[in-house]
Every structure is written in C-alpha cells, then in structure tokens.
C-alpha cells in the first residue's frame, strides 16, 4: 500500500511538468516529502549459558527476524552547486517523522522495536541527462532514534529502552524539473547492520539486535 501512494506521489509530480521548465543554477533549497520505511529486525540471543551472545562457542544462540513497513513524512535543507558538463553535486540535513515497529519473539522473550524519528545528512552527485531530468548517487549518515521494549510471553513488559543509533545510508535517485524552482524526486535508500544490545534479561541473558533499513523516498525540492 505505501508502494503504491509513493509510485502514485510520483506519478502526480510528473504529471505537472512544464515543457520549459529547466533545473535551476547553484543555490540553497528546501525539500519535503514521504517515506516508505521498511524496517527488518534480526534478534539473536544466546540460550546455552549466561554469558553474552557469541554463537557456538558460548552455547547454541536462537536467531528470530520481523519486518514492517511505514509511511512518513521528511523536511530537508540543501544546497547544490552546478559544475562542467551537465555533472552537479549537493549536500543536505534532514529530519523524518518515522513509525515503523516490529514485534520479534525469539524462544520465551519479545523484543519490540519501535522507529520514533531519524536524522542526518546526505551527500549527493549527479548528471543532468537533459534540461528537466537528472539522475544521482547518494551516501551520507543518518541517527535513528527508537524505543526498545523487552518482555516474556508469560509475563509484562521488563525494560523500557531509548536508542539512538548512527548508521552508514547509501543509495540513487531521480528528479525532473516541474518549474525552474521546483523540482519532484524519487529515490531509493539503503542502511544495513545497525547493531545494538538489549539489556540483560531476567535469566541473565544479552540478546543481540540488528535493524536493516531500505526504502523510497518522495518530494518535492524548492530552490530559492
């Protein structure tokens, strides 16, 4: 369902076009948007002994993994400067209200994983194959923030925990110029092997958690 309202966002953007409309030269800019965020939560916890998750050696570990996938929105503020043939670079800042959450059983104990927010920056570099079209790579960080809850299946939620995770974002996208201000985009992000662990449990366990994340962002940038 989120595909469809981001390719539909899309669609609609396109479709206001202007035949003379043309990218405009270096300059500051403000972005804004949805995000389809799918998030992938692995959980690996270590059943053999008390000590800390480390696989074969320490005892046999149970792994577990939920996924879900969100809508939200995003503001941005850039700057981009035009160099020699066609080629264009840009840097910007961003924040993104966020509410994806996963639900991860592993054996007795539930871990529960909800995305509050996230926050970065993004380096961008790119063609301009036409007046109206370009095309671009993007790699920058971004600072997720989320809630971890743990619980058992037979008992309330124990802990209550607040992360905040920085992690490597990499990806490319697209953007056609509706006016010689205006501009709609499309692109698809990637950020893999954001690790953290959860407190130790009530059997003296330390479970290890990994969140991958890859979706699509949409907007509109307006330049000034």
Do not use: C, H
């Not at 270590?46 to 074969?56: A, D, E, K, L, V």
């Not at 994983?113 to 920058?140: C, K, N, Q």
Request: glycine share 12%; proline share 3%.
């Amino acid at each position: 369902m989120n595909n469809q309202i981001s390719a539909a966002l899309l669609i609609a953007i396109g479709s206001l076009g202007i035949s003379s409309a043309s990218f405009a030269q270096d300059g500051l800019y403000v972005s804004g948007g949805l995000n389809n965020t799918p998030i992938e939560q692995g959980l690996t916890r270590n059943t053999g002994s008390n000590g800390p998750t480390t696989g074969p050696a320490d005892g046999p570990s149970l792994s577990s993994s939920d996924r879900d996938t969100s809508a939200s929105v995003f503001l941005g503020l850039g700057y981009r400067w035009d160099l020699e043939n066609d080629y264009f670079t840009a840097i910007e800042v961003f924040y993104a209200d966020e509410t994806a959450e996963t639900t991860n059983i592993n054996n007795v104990l539930i871990s529960n994983v909800e995305l509050d927010s996230s926050y970065g920056i993004d380096s961008r570099a790119g063609l301009d194959v036409t007046d109206r079209f370009g095309v671009y790579g993007l790699i920058g960080a971004t600072n997720y923030r989320f809630d971890s809850n743990l619980a058992y299946t037979f008992a309330p939620p124990t802990d209550f925990v607040e992360q905040d995770e920085w992690a490597l974002v990499y990806g490319a996208g697209a953007e056609i110029a509706l006016t010689n201000r205006i501009t709609g985009f499309g692109e698809y992000r990637i950020s893999t092997d954001v690790d953290f662990d959860t407190p130790r449990d009530k059997g003296g366990i330390v479970s290890e958690n990994e969140l991958d994340f890859a979706g699509l962002r949409t907007g509109i940038r307006y330049r000034f």
